[in-house]
């Protein structure tokens, strides 16, 4: 999770970078959101992601605060691994950061808005009677696996104040996570105090290797860089040894440009606003609308402070990504739509994190509806994965087709802002269109920009052959996507398309052999028969392709139909069986890299996993299974340590072994809305309008039920969803059976409409299992739910 400062989704995410590899590796830093634990700081840059897994995208408009001679020191201003330096003393809290340089003693605070930064240097009483700050625009996280994966700096211009007092500019950087073309930053800042000098300098520029000289610092106040031309500037202010220097610098980023940049500056940050006032303003917005969303009420009773701070630093976790942009469309993207970039997958959110926005940040998710849909307008694709204004990079399915569908089922086809007629067209395109292949050396078959890239293979025969990256994992979400296809087909298209997806949503059963066949022995329940697996074109299993995840995994991966899964696994109590194999501990074989968490098939670290323990609802009489499944992957694989998410480490730990230098990775929010689902109870089934139930992690907790009020953005809802769970206590844990509204059910899942509205949903708790849900099963597409 990305520790520096920003408010909800907001523009600008102002941070230290550092860097915690071998100095003769080049001082390399793998984590995606800047910061590591340990290593040492390179800089402080105003854009970064949060919780991202693959390479770093960013970590760019920097400054760096020096102390003293640089000649003395050996400081290359162009090279960051000639001024490195560890910190101590961080703290991190809403709206704010502080770290103190171990090397040199200077403390710098940070504060954010939604486009601008403040950082505030305080250099000590020294002996070093100069300080500086470094602007390098050649500054960017780069990536462990170097190369064509590293995203790079590409050229710039920068204009500097002659008196010393601010600069602006801009400058271009390509590749990255999602190897996108060159993308333009403006940038526009100002200093509290004029510096005594301000100097620019310029030198050819590597990405793999930093300069053999330091660049002259020179006296132009106008420069630009062609293609690999580093540029940079040095501010430097005298000061009495005996009395230090306070410096603050106040930062605006625009896609637009430097003029728009300064703008925000002048308006969110004038100086006649507080660097105090202004944290206080961002810890009072994430309280307004993220933090006071969910609530635990007194009658709860006493709480540990684990089971709240988990709740807490995971519904923070949830509003860092995706990026607002609205206004800041780029090039002659002129759009009234609202913006969001940095879609971190589609593929990691679709299935926990876009339903919580639904629920619970509904003014917001109408926005980012309308945004995909209008990127869709104006870049031909829905994003999938998006970073740096461009779409990149698809992870299997075309996955916000199922973030459109289970908007409209849930209730916001009713909204006016939203064009459906536009979001159905775009879902058809994912769904009947080949994309332009790109490269990608991670998939042999590129086409991972958007789109599906195995069409071809998918229409004619209803499968994906190996002649495409990862056939049956894409295989299984094609499917997926066809469903979504055709829910909004039914409504929006013609009969024949609805017909034509419906047909392709039931193309999993392709991939089923059924005489596939695992032996786990006794400890794992014995053979179990039915597997996924890739086949030829001429209908020969092979070698199963799978992305980040077993076959054993994505065989349970069939959402909008589990009745027809459970019966080609030989019916519930064959389905039961393998359930319960797949959280033995002690056969995990490997899931991809980093991903992995504990022993058992079942893996608590990645998204394919994230619905397998709540499949027990799905057989009736076993949802007590769900409760115990959740309740250990919970009590197990997440804490408020260093390391409490399971999986989803970052390339620096890999390369480290177990010092955990790098953060955690929140999956752009998908881990943390799964662990939000589970304490409240709940798991959201997407593409259908169902929640499963588990049980509550509290005897009382309110959820704020978001709106869509098209008059006020910022409104919000006075409407609480009070779940309740009488008797629930340490020992007893088991659901003994379940209101709604006062009105018992024996159902194990509740449908979207019966909480939009508010109300109760009570969970009486107690010591044993018992068969409480003996009533109607989820909906699946085989037992008539269309």
Same mark, same amino acid.
């Given at each position: ?308 701070? #988990?709740? +807490? &630093?995971?519904? !923070?976790?949830?509003? $860092?990504?995706?990026?607002?942009? @609205?206004?800041?469309?780029? =090039? ?26 639904? #629920?619970? +940040? &509904?003014?917001? !998710?109408?926005?980012? $509806?309308?945004?995909?849909?209008? @990127?869709?307008?104006?870049? =031909? ?406």
């Amino acid at each position: 999770m990305f520790p520096g400062v920003s408010l909800p989704f907001g523009q600008v995410k102002l941070g230290i970078d550092t860097s915690v590899l071998n100095l003769d590796q080049g001082g390399i830093s793998s984590a995606n959101s800047g910061y590591t634990p340990r290593g040492n700081a390179t800089g402080f840059s105003l854009l970064h992601t949060s919780g991202t897994g693959g390479q770093p995208k960013y970590g760019v408009v920097s400054q760096m605060p020096l102390l003293g001679s640089l000649e003395e020191q050996r400081i290359n201003v162009a090279d960051n691994r000639t001024y490195l330096t560890n910190r101590t003393n961080e703290v991190a809290q809403v709206g704010y950061f502080r770290t103190t340089f171990e090397t040199t003693g200077v403390t710098t605070e940070l504060t954010a808005t939604q486009h601008t930064g403040i950082l505030h240097y305080t250099f000590p009483p020294s002996v070093n009677t100069t300080a500086h700050v470094l602007i390098d625009l050649a500054h960017a996280l780069p990536s462990g696996g170097g190369g064509y994966i590293s995203q790079r700096y590409v050229k710039g211009e920068l204009t500097v104040d002659p008196k010393g007092g601010g600069y602006n500019g801009s400058a271009w950087y390509d590749l990255g996570w999602n190897q996108g073309e060159a993308w333009q930053i403006f940038f526009c800042g100002d200093f509290s105090k004029s510096a005594t000098r301000a100097r620019t300098f310029w030198t050819p520029y590597n990405h793999l290797a930093p300069p053999a000289s330091a660049p002259t610092l020179s006296p132009y106040y106008d420069i630009y860089a062609s293609d690999n031309l580093a540029i940079g500037a040095l501010f430097s202010w005298e000061f009495e040894s005996s009395q230090g220097l306070e410096i603050e610098s106040r930062i605006g980023v625009s896609f637009i440009s430097a003029q728009k940049a300064c703008q925000f500056v002048r308006e969110e940050i004038p100086w006649s606003k507080s660097f105090n006032s202004t944290v206080q303003a961002a810890k009072d917005t994430w309280n307004k609308e993220i933090l006071s969303s969910i609530t635990v009420p007194p009658e709860n009773g006493a709480t540990n402070d684990t089971l709240l701070g #988990l709740l +807490y &630093t995971h519904l !923070y976790g949830t509003a $860092l990504m995706p990026t607002d942009r @609205t206004s800041e469309n780029p =090039g002659k993207w002129d759009s009234k739509e609202p913006y969001y970039d940095d879609w971190y997958t589609m593929w990691d959110i679709f299935r926990c994190t876009t339903p919580f926005y639904h #629920l619970v +940040y &509904t003014n917001r !998710y109408v926005d980012m $509806l309308r945004s995909i849909i209008d @990127t869709w307008r104006f870049d =031909g694709y829905l994003p999938d994965g998006r970073s740096g204004n461009q779409n990149g990079r698809t992870q299997g399915g075309s996955n916000a087709d199922n973030v459109l569908a289970d908007a409209y089922i849930k209730g916001l086809d009713k909204v006016k802002t939203i064009s459906w007629k536009d979001g159905y067209k775009a879902v058809q395109k994912d769904a009947d269109i080949v994309p332009r292949r790109n490269i990608d050396f991670n998939a042999f078959d590129g086409g991972t920009k958007e789109g599906r890239n195995a069409l071809p293979d998918w229409i004619s025969l209803g499968y994906i052959t190996q002649d495409y990256s990862r056939s049956v994992s894409k295989g299984v979400e094609y499917a997926q996507n066809d469903f979504a296809a055709y829910l909004l087909a039914k409504s929006l298209g013609s009969k024949k398309d609805a017909a034509r997806y419906l047909q392709r949503a039931n193309n999993w059963k392709n991939f089923w052999n059924e005489n596939a066949t695992v032996d786990l022995g006794d400890d794992g329940l014995g053979v179990h028969m039915g597997f996924f697996g890739s086949k030829s074109a001429q209908g020969v299993f092979d070698t199963s392709l799978t992305y980040e995840g077993l076959i054993w995994e994505y065989s349970f991966n069939v959402p909008h139909d589990t009745a027809a899964l459970i019966k080609l696994m030989g019916g519930p109590a064959a389905f039961e069986r393998r359930l319960d194999a797949s959280f033995v501990e002690g056969f995990s074989l490997g899931a991809g890299p980093a991903n992995t968490a504990g022993t058992a098939l079942f893996n608590p670290g990645n998204e394919p996993s994230f619905q397998t323990p709540f499949l027990y609802n799905y057989i009736n009489g076993k949802q007590f299974k769900t409760v115990e499944k959740t309740r250990y992957i919970v009590n197990k694989y997440y804490s408020l340590a260093r390391s409490g998410i399971p999986g989803n480490q970052g390339n620096a730990r890999r390369l480290h072994g177990d010092q955990h230098d790098t953060e955690n990775n929140l999956d752009a929010g998908a881990m943390a809305t799964w662990l939000l689902w589970n304490l409240l109870g709940l798991y959201p089934v997407t593409s259908q309008p169902v929640y499963l139930l588990s049980a509550p992690f509290f005897k009382a907790v309110d959820v704020r039920i978001g709106t869509t009020n098209p008059t006020s953005p910022s409104y919000q809802s006075k409407t609480y969803l009070k779940i309740r769970a009488p008797g629930f206590s340490a020992n007893n844990t088991y659901v003994q059976g379940v209101k709604i509204n006062g009105k018992s059910i024996n159902r194990s899942f509740i449908w979207h409409d019966e909480i939009t509205n508010g109300g109760t949903l009570e969970f009486t708790m107690g010591s044993e299992a018992v068969a409480w849900d003996s009533g109607e099963l989820p909906p699946s597409l085989s037992t008539g739910w269309k």
